[in-house]
């Protein structure tokens, strides 16, 4: 059991830049894949970016491909994801999660086995 807190969510304009964090407990850290997904106002929850528990192998979902990037730090139990060129529809509640076995594309639960609360990220126009 890893316990997950997100952090770094905030209200930013179109075009900006925001990073939010993830903060993982547990020296079974470093054994996890973890993942970023968000859930927008009235939608279901989506695949954002996901990494290895290496840091080795990265996935993205097409819709944030080339401007969002995810990274970890395995000493410091943390992973990133740095959102870069923003859109309005980027808003949303991000979650952090971390699993054995991901499905990065089958949702609602993508086979992880921990999820943080979530982060509210707000992109305006």
């Known amino acids: 059991q890893v316990q997950l807190v997100e952090s770094g969510g905030g209200l930013v304009q179109a075009g900006g830049s925001l990073s939010v964090s993830c903060a993982a407990s547990?020296?079974?850290?470093?054994?996890?894949?973890m993942g970023w997904f968000r859930q927008a106002p009235g939608k279901e929850r989506e695949f954002v970016a996901g990494?290895?528990?290496?840091?080795?192998?990265?996935y993205y979902a097409d819709s944030v491909k080339g401007r969002f990037t995810i990274s970890r730090d395995n000493a410091k139990n943390t992973v990133y994801l740095q959102m870069n060129s923003l859109k309005p529809e980027d808003t949303a509640v991000y979650y952090c999660?971390?699993?054995?076995?991901?499905?990065?594309?089958?949702?609602?639960?993508?086979?992880?086995?921990?999820w943080g609360k979530g982060t509210l990220v707000t992109v305006s126009s």
């Open positions: 999660a971390a699993g054995v076995f991901p499905r990065w594309y089958v949702g609602p639960g993508y086979g992880m086995d921990s």
């Open positions: 547990g020296r079974a850290f470093r054994n996890y894949a």
């Open positions: 990494i290895s528990a290496a840091g080795a192998t990265i």
